[in-house]
């Protein structure tokens, strides 16, 4: 166990500068009510829904006590996290040159308008409530349970992890930064032809993520990419032994060292090996001097 916690934090280590941004320290508060149930769905894990407003004791409380936590973070990576406030008196503060919400760390005032209107407006959630209150609902965002006022970081982890027991193996945060980040990787890679650097990332992402159940779908679409670009190297070998056939030793040879390259440690790899034997053997059976 311990041994594979290591490899996926290589694995993650490793995929960071290709990823579009490092994950956040603290919690990472989604953008958009949408967004949070789209992800909710494609990592099958429950939404942790939080209504505030400004001026609301208990909720300052909240954002001091339970969202800093660092047991309480490590948690939030089980979930989708929704911070809900229409209010945006409390400023905003220049982070990287952007203008973020002062009061929620990594999201902007507007996200947190979003996620309330978004929220709000969807039928999801039963009666109406005061703040703050929390609601922990399934990967479509209907509520399973909510509580009113205050709460621990501790009550709070019990009551989500009722939500996951009854949503069911999910993926993690990291786990699914890391393979969205290699699959988004790979198709850069693939448009400005580093096909290598495709293989290998995807590669990595199926070798990092082959156990765990709740990757499988994204294992999968890594695989069908890594897949399609094999089939290309096959097609690639295919010209080069009809150059071959044509007496073109040379453009022969160009293409299998691309695909020798390109595809190193794969099975097609191998593939290109046998084939630049046989262009060696005919280029020296038709040119017997050189
Ligand atoms: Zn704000």
């Not at 949070?36 to 939404?47: D, G, H, L, M, S």
């Not at 897949?227 to 290309?232: A, H, I, S």
């Amino acid at each position: 166990m311990r041994r594979l916690t290591l490899t996926f934090a290589a694995a993650v280590l490793a995929a960071l500068p290709a990823m579009a941004k490092p994950p956040e320290p603290g919690i990472r508060w989604q953008h958009s009510w949408e967004d949070a149930v789209k992800e909710a769905k494609e990592r099958n894990v429950p939404i942790h829904v939080t209504f505030h407003k400004d001026n609301c004791p208990k909720c300052t409380g909240m954002d001091a006590s339970v969202y800093n936590q660092k047991d309480f973070i490590a948690a939030s990576k089980r979930w989708v996290n929704v911070y809900c406030n229409r209010d945006t008196g409390h400023g905003t503060e220049k982070v990287d040159g952007k203008d973020m919400c002062k009061l929620v760390p990594g999201i902007a005032c507007a996200d947190h308008v979003a996620c309330d209107s978004g929220a709000s407006a969807g039928g999801y959630f039963k009666g109406t409530f005061g703040t703050p209150a929390t609601v922990w609902c399934d990967v479509t965002g209907k509520q399973i349970g909510q509580n009113q006022g205050g709460m621990s970081a501790k009550q709070l982890i019990e009551k989500m992890a009722e939500a996951e027991k009854a949503v069911g193996v999910g993926l993690g945060e990291d786990e699914y930064l890391f393979l969205t980040g290699k699959l988004s990787a790979g198709e850069k890679s693939v448009t400005d032809g580093k096909i290598h650097d495709a293989v290998d990332g995807y590669t990595a992402a199926i070798k990092a993520m082959a156990k765990n159940p709740a990757a499988k779908p994204w294992v999968e679409k890594a695989q069908a990419a890594l897949d399609k670009l094999v089939e290309g190297a096959k097609s690639r070998i295919e010209d080069a032994v009809k150059a071959k056939d044509a007496g073109d030793f040379a453009k022969a040879k160009e293409i299998l060292k691309s695909v020798q390259t390109d595809f190193k440690g794969q099975p097609v790899a191998k593939d290109a090996d046998k084939a630049m034997a046989d262009v060696l053997a005919a280029d020296k059976a038709a040119n017997p001097r050189k």
